[in-house]
């Protein structure tokens, strides 16, 4: 049985572990082009296409690369190890592969064993039960529901869950599961999720569900009860759906969010992110110098990001992910977007470089080597045209950033229904134009309007100010109900 001590030797050389990676890269790449003493005619299967066995010399090996993982784990400073966790992913992939199209014996399990020891390490988070010598295995066979939505809420996003649970029931009459994910008692006390559940009984579509995060992920190392942002990639992980949509509870919809999973992008990719705004040119320059620390081979996806190659600020609004964890390689990028929303790495780094947990999404996918993809468009406005504005100037002004499908419809936006949820608890008004691809002229406060400038400024369609319309008529009744304004 593999064995791995709580530390190790620190005298090796990093030589040692490249010429390791080294070695198994040649022996890996010798199976897969039949090299050695196997047959000529390829390799053989069996009836289920799996490989026949892993050969004993492959299983020491990478029973060795792991034993090096585990004496010379991730530790702080963590600042210039995200690269180095992305680059063990990608070998842990092809550990995990390789186990998963083997026919069971020895050196399969030798296999099997050396990538749960190493994923229970770096991610001590899965080992909610402290026996289990499968947490990977484990988490994977977590996964018995195919599609849903989750919403990370507690007592402080409570009145706008409200608000999202009865516009998807009820307006847009989504079909797919809702699943409101907490983290303990105090975080979302019963007598909120009482009345969320209340909320859902009357959609004839089934009841929403609930998940108390602590309940099945080791809270250790996470300390989600006050983590805010960090909660939300360990809601996507914990989940008991494969396929996953993501959700703000201030999230806004003007389609039914299925049409996510209809998304050419996501089907190619089975990621899909959303963009920030394109503001504060080279105004960062420390965060872009880390990224481009941590990322040495940009992959595709990230050559096209004006974030990447023009330094803008921001990439990433994370409002709204969609993520399909049956893919074992966005599986494995997900873990490390949970990592960087550990309480450690986010308060050493993460939320130091960057606003919250919204850049760790598509850093943790690059760094891992997994397929995503982003909407086609940076962050555009839907709002208002001002009452008066510069001669011939067209412009659109709001508290929001609205996002569109592959068809540049809109399709939903963050921040909420009211018209400003930062500094007027009470008025609702449904907006009237949109643009996108233009200049934006941010707010200087939290009163102030955030304006899209010189781009073409489109009014809202019928259908679309109607089912806004009808999601602020639901949200004032259940304010009323519920008597939410007064909670404030």
């Known amino acids: 049985m593999l064995t791995f001590p709580a530390g190790g030797p620190r005298g090796l050389s990093m030589v040692v572990f490249v010429v390791g990676a080294l070695v198994l890269w040649i022996l890996w790449a010798s199976v897969q082009l039949n090299l050695g003493s196997r047959a000529s005619g390829g390799l053989a299967r069996s009836s289920d296409n799996r490989l026949r066995s892993v050969s004993t010399a492959e299983a020491d090996l990478i029973e060795l690369a792991a034993q090096h993982f585990n004496d010379f784990p991730i530790q702080p400073p963590y600042e210039a190890r995200f690269g180095e966790l992305g680059g063990r992913l990608r070998i842990l992939r092809q550990w995990i592969e390789l186990a998963d199209g083997t026919v069971p014996g020895q050196e399969q399990q030798q296999v099997q064993n050396a990538t749960e020891a190493v994923t229970g390490s770096i991610f001590p988070f899965l080992r909610k039960n402290k026996t289990t010598a499968t947490p990977f295995s484990d988490l994977r066979r977590s996964f018995t ?129 959303f963009h920030d705004r394109k503001l504060w040119q080279h105004g960062f320059k420390e965060r872009h110098e880390w990224w481009h620390a941590q990322v040495i081979h940009p992959g595709p996806q990230l050559n096209k990001s004006l974030v990447w190659t023009e330094e803008f600020a921001e990439e990433g609004d994370s409002g709204v992910v969609v993520v399909d964890k049956s893919r074992l390689d966005v599986l494995l990028g997900l873990l490390h977007v949970a990592w960087q929303n550990t309480h450690a790495v986010r308060e050493e780094v993460t939320y130091r470089m960057t606003y919250g947990d919204k850049e760790s999404w598509w850093f943790g996918f690059e760094l891992a080597g997994s397929t995503y993809a982003f909407e086609a468009h940076y962050g555009g406005i839907v709002g208002w045209q001002p009452g008066q504005i510069d001669s011939g100037e067209q412009k659109v002004c709001s508290f929001v950033i609205a996002h569109v499908d592959e068809h540049d419809r809109l399709l939903w936006y963050n921040g909420g229904l009211l018209k400003n949820k930062m500094t007027d608890p009470t008025t609702f008004e449904v907006p009237t134009h949109w643009t996108m691809d233009g200049e934006w002229v941010k707010g200087a406060r939290k009163e102030d309007m955030s304006c899209m400038r010189d781009s073409l400024v489109r009014e809202l369609t019928d259908q679309e100010k109607d089912v806004l319309q009808r999601s602020m008529d639901m949200a004032k009744s259940v304010d009323s109900e519920l008597g939410l304004v007064e909670l404030i």
């Open 145 to 273: 529901g195919e599609r849903g939505i989750v919403i990370p809420t507690g007592s402080g996003t409570f009145r706008f869950a409200c608000h999202s649970i009865v516009g998807l029931r009820r307006v847009l009459q989504t079909q797919l599961p809702i699943q409101i994910v907490y983290a303990g008692d105090d975080d979302l006390p019963a007598d909120k999720r009482d009345a969320l559940a209340t909320l859902g009984e009357d959609s004839g579509v089934g009841k929403i569900e609930f998940l108390n995060i602590l309940d099945v992920l080791d809270d250790e190392t996470l300390q989600l009860a006050s983590g805010g942002w960090a909660i939300k990639a360990f809601a996507v992980l914990a989940s008991r759906f494969k396929q996953v949509i993501l959700l703000d509870a201030d999230a806004v919809f003007l389609q039914s969010p299925e049409a996510l999973f209809a998304q050419k992008q996501y089907m190619d990719n089975g990621v899909l992110l």
